[in-house]
Nanobody, 125 residues
Framework: QVQLSESGGGLVQAGDSLRLSCVAS????????MGWFRRAPGKEREFVAA????????YYANSVKGRFTISRDNAKNTVYLQMNSLKPEDTAVYYC??????????????????WGQGTQVTVSS
């Protein structure tokens, strides 16, 4: 069992930056691939970024590539999402997720076993 807790969301202006953090409970954090997803009002949950167990493989949605950076610190049981050049369309609840057996379809919600409660990011124009 893994419990995930996100933090770092808030209200910012377009062009600003935020860093989201997700802390995992337990001693097996390094056994999980980690992902960030988001859900905008009236839309489905969508993939944002993913990172493999040791951080060697990283993936991004096209909409955030070049602006967002995912990273992890296994010693701190934490995954981060650095978000730069934020746009109003980035407004959403952001969720971190942990998957024990994430495959090549890392962008699918079903690949992940555990989810955090989410943190709200609002970007004003």
């Amino acid at each position: 069992q893994v419990q995930l807790s996100e933090s770092g969301g808030g209200l910012v202006q377009a062009g600003d930056s935020l860093r989201l953090s997700c802390v995992a409970s337990g001693r097996t954090f390094s056994s999980y691939s980690m992902g960030w997803f988001r859900r905008a009002p009236g839309k489905e949950r969508e993939f944002v970024a993913a990172i493999s167990r040791r951080g060697f493989n990283i993936y991004y949605a096209n909409s955030v590539k070049g602006r967002f950076t995912i990273s992890r610190d296994n010693a701190k049981n934490t995954v981060y999402l650095q978000m730069n050049s934020l746009k109003p369309e980035d407004t959403a609840v952001y969720y971190c997720a942990a998957g024990a057996s994430v495959s090549a379809t890392y962008y699918r919600v079903a690949e992940y076993d555990y989810w955090g409660q989410g943190t709200q990011v609002t970007v004003s124009s």
